[in-house]
């Protein structure tokens, strides 16, 4: 009896897909037994560990539509711990516990995740390899601060993040850095999609990532990336930071159960020299419909489904002593109503900020804030006003 | 005149041999090194010798004097941006955090010690077979 799938135009692909299975199960197998037996050579030297904390408060006040609002918030506890475990062998991670917001005593609750895990063995400048979960490096943004708010220079972090930014990465990464008298560094990546979890992919098909960067000077980097991924069914899981009120979710109108192409192109440009210091981010992406697509789910969505966004994010810096910092920051965002994943919306964000640093382990913010932007579009631009105050620290 | 010139010549000898610390490291090395070369590792830009073996940093603690000359001289600017500088390469995960010791006495105990691994000495000089000179 023959099976309802087998038919003779499935049956094809099938096999393709049976032996690139088993050669990713040995090439699994093979890559594993050489990191036992790097690791079992070197596993008489002695790791050395090292624990640091980070962690954020904040506080704000808002003014929109003449009525204010004020609130205090609980931010990120990040427990950050990097191993070297021998002299090539070294292990990171990032765990960060957070507050959920909910209401009543009873229901204080806090959300647990595991952000970065990632074992990396270097064989030279030019070459190392990275495992596990990782924040992909398509931006300055996203490689350099992660979860580190000590770090951020402005209090939160670019608009793209809630966008199109695939924070995360869960898959295998070549890497190298400071070569040649540019410091030329690379990063290549193939990692689960944005349509899976820290658990499960449940699909052949990956994500990769391409970026390159220079460091032509001290404290100077030029970076420009390139990220593909399909999303499955039009669904995000945890890799992806889409939040909530920017994308489609199931069920909502405007979602469609189709599979996306998503291409996201990136430039960054990071420059601190004498007083000045400079931040801009660019995100070019572009969303379509995917070539393997039930035709029944895509009738008329050829033109809808087509899409090019782009953001933009720019801060500047001048110190002013030895600790302190004032700051102006931009932020842009505009997503056209043809794209299927991601709401149309075009949210422009301009600020001016006061940077103190105690030490090096604490540094408070002050920031004040102007939202504004398209209002006819489905994620309305807030009209507003906002004061924050971040006071960001690190222990250990 | 002359003896003016011998005068000035030796004085900005002495000067630029103030401003650079001895280098010790625990490796042989083929090639001439320059002191841009020490710099780069200083400040994290590079993780192995040429013939490919990592290397290892040792720097005195944050609140020394040693630890402050080193940021002045690697990173031309103060200790706090130099703790800075470390604490971002490490979080980052670029970069293998450096060897904290008490003071400059301990930064040759454990160069001595550890093959491939380098420190800087402001105040104290570190033995003949451990000292690097520079280009």
């Known amino acids: ?396 | 005149m002359r003896a003016h010139f011998l005068l000035l010549f030796l004085g900005l000898s002495l000067f630029c041999d103030a401003q650079n610390p001895e280098v010790i490291v625990n490796q042989e090395l083929q090639d001439a090194v320059t002191s841009d070369d020490i710099k780069s590792i200083f400040i994290g830009e590079q993780s192995f010798w040429p013939n490919g073996d990592p290397l290892c940093v040792v720097l005195p603690r944050s609140q020394t004097d040693s630890f402050e000359q080193t940021a002045q001289w690697a990173l031309e600017s103060d200790g706090f941006e130099y703790q800075k500088l470390w604490l971002s390469l490490v979080f980052q995960g670029r970069s293998n955090a450096p060897v904290f010791v008490k003071n400059e006495r301990e930064i040759i105990e454990y160069v001595q010690d550890h093959p491939g691994c380098i420190g800087l000495l402001h105040s104290i000089s570190g033995p003949i077979e451990l000292q690097l000179p520079l280009l």
């Open chain 1, 1 to 396: 009896m023959k099976h309802p799938e087998s038919s003779e135009h499935s049956h094809a692909p099938k096999e393709v897909s049976l032996r690139m299975r088993l050669w990713l199960q040995k090439c699994a197998v093979l890559t594993s037994s050489i990191w036992l037996l790097a690791l079992s050579a070197r596993s008489q030297e002695q790791p050395v560990t090292q624990l640091h904390m980070f962690g954020h408060m904040t506080s704000s006040v808002e003014l929109e539509d003449d009525g204010y609002l004020s609130e205090f918030t609980l931010g990120e506890h990040d427990f950050f711990v990097q191993s070297k475990l021998t002299s090539r062998f070294s292990f990171l991670s990032e765990t960060v516990v957070g507050p959920v917001n909910s209401m009543g005593h009873g229901n204080a609750d806090y959300k647990v995740s595991i952000e970065r895990a990632r074992l990396k063995y270097e064989y030279r400048e030019w070459l190392s390899l990275i495992v596990g979960k990782m924040h992909s490096p398509v931006n300055y943004w996203n490689d350099v601060y992660h979860h580190g708010r000590l770090f951020f220079p402005t209090i939160d972090r670019p608009q793209s993040f809630g966008t199109s930014i695939p924070i995360h990465s869960l898959g295998m990464r070549l890497q190298g850095q400071n070569i040649g008298k540019f410091n030329f560094g690379y990063d290549l990546v193939v990692s689960n999609g944005m349509s899976s979890n820290d658990v499960q992919d449940n699909s052949l098909q990956k994500s990769v990532t391409a970026a390159i960067h220079v460091k032509p000077e001290k404290q100077t980097r030029i970076s420009l990336s390139a990220y593909y991924d399909r999303i499955n069914d039009n669904m995000v899981g945890t890799h992806a930071g889409h939040s909530g009120p920017f994308h489609y979710n199931m069920g909502e109108l405007g979602w469609r159960p189709v599979n996306l192409s998503f291409e996201l192109y990136c430039f960054s440009f990071y420059r601190k020299k004498g007083n000045w210091e400079i931040l801009l981010e660019t995100t070019l992406n572009r969303t379509s419909l995917h070539k393997e697509n039930d035709p029944a789910l895509t009738v008329g969505l050829e033109e809808l489904g087509k899409s090019s966004n782009t953001t933009a994010y720019l801060y500047t810096g001048r110190k002013l002593g030895n600790r302190n910092q004032i700051y102006t920051l931009l932020d842009l965002t505009d997503y056209e109503d043809r794209d299927l994943h991601i709401k149309s919306n075009q949210l422009s964000k301009f600020g001016l900020g006061w940077q103190h640093e105690f030490s090096p382990f604490l540094k408070s913010q002050i920031q004040l804030e102007r939202y504004t932007g398209d209002q006819n579009l489905e994620v309305v631009a807030p009209e507003k006003w906002a004061f924050r105050v971040r006071i960001a620290y690190c222990l250990f």
